[in-house]
């Protein structure tokens, strides 16, 4: 399972390090993509397949459903984890998240998320004022 919060730097070729807790979780082959609230989703290749195969298996004559498919897919690179661990995030994945040198890696149980640091500290504080909140509405459906 990916958990955690770590605090890393982008270098000047868009190169991170990724934690030997979540490189060890991710494999040697991940899969990028855009994800929801300004940040990327790094997904080890298992979990890329099974998450494709819940979107594949939906009905594309809806136009939310044909619009998440190529927000994803369409953001979608594979890439290699180097022999230094490192992974280098696309230019055009870059720009969506926002990303500057300062960047967080959250373990989020089957991916990994890219954030800015200064939107993730915002995100964060934001959920963080709804928890109650949150709280009771996963009461509601039996997850609490």
């Not at 927000?71 to 594979?78: I, K, L, Q, S, V």
């Not at 959250?106 to 993730?120: A, D, K, L, P, T």
Request: with cysteine; proline share 3%.
């Amino acid at each position: 399972m990916l958990i955690g919060e770590y605090n890393h730097t982008l270098d000047a070729k868009r190169r991170v390090a990724l934690p030997a807790k979540l490189r060890k979780e991710l494999g040697k082959k991940i899969v990028i993509t855009n994800g929801f609230d300004k940040c990327l989703f790094i997904y080890p290749v298992k979990e890329w397949q099974k998450f494709s195969e819940k979107l594949s298996g939906l009905p594309v004559g809806q136009a939310d459903i044909r619009g998440v498919n190529r927000f994803m897919f369409g953001g979608a690179m594979e890439q290699d984890v180097d022999s230094l661990g490192r992974i280098l995030i696309p230019e055009f994945l870059s720009r969506f998240a926002e990303l500057a040198t300062k960047i967080v890696l959250i373990g989020v149980q089957n991916r990994v998320e890219v954030w800015e640091e200064g939107n993730w500290k915002e995100y964060k504080e934001r959920i963080a004022g709804q928890a109650d909140v949150l709280a009771e509405k996963l009461g509601e459906i039996g997850a609490l």
